[in-house]
């Protein structure tokens, strides 16, 4: 099983950027999808994209559509959020996932991960 560390939260001002990093341990990190999703205050956990293991088809949720990109370095062990143009909306915690399945499959969120991070805060200020 992958165990996974995210890194490179913070506080940034509105219209700023962040990216951040999902260190993975484990051989088999390039056989496994990968997402990130956050969570805010009193509200669930929601997706927010996903890339999969061997063509880097990438699945984003419409509400960071065009501002935030995911990407992989599986010679890294790594995943990336890179997040532009964030609003105060966008303040959450964000949590790093990964299953041997389909972005889409993770965005419907219908079945727990083989594998979460800790989570890593992320803070908007307006």
């Known amino acids: 099983q992958v165990q996974l560390v995210e890194s490179g939260g913070g506080l940034v001002q509105a219209g700023g950027s962040l990216r951040l990093s999902c260190a993975a341990s484990?051989?088999?990190?390039?056989?496994?999808?990968m997402g990130w999703f956050r969570q805010a205050p009193g509200k669930e956990r929601e997706f927010v994209a996903a890339i999969s293991w061997n063509n880097g088809r990438t699945y984003y949720a419409d509400s960071v559509k065009g501002r935030f990109t995911i990407s992989r370095d599986n010679a890294k062990n790594t995943v990336y959020l890179k997040m532009n143009s964030l609003k105060p909306e966008d303040t959450a915690v964000y949590y790093c996932?990964?299953?041997?399945?389909?972005?889409?499959?993770?965005?419907?969120?219908?079945?727990?991960?083989?594998?979460w991070g800790q989570g890593t805060l992320v803070t908007v200020s307006s």
């Open positions: 484990g051989r088999t990190f390039s056989s496994y999808a």
């Open positions: 996932g990964a299953d041997r399945t389909t972005v889409q499959a993770m965005g419907r969120m219908d079945q727990p991960l083989d594998a």
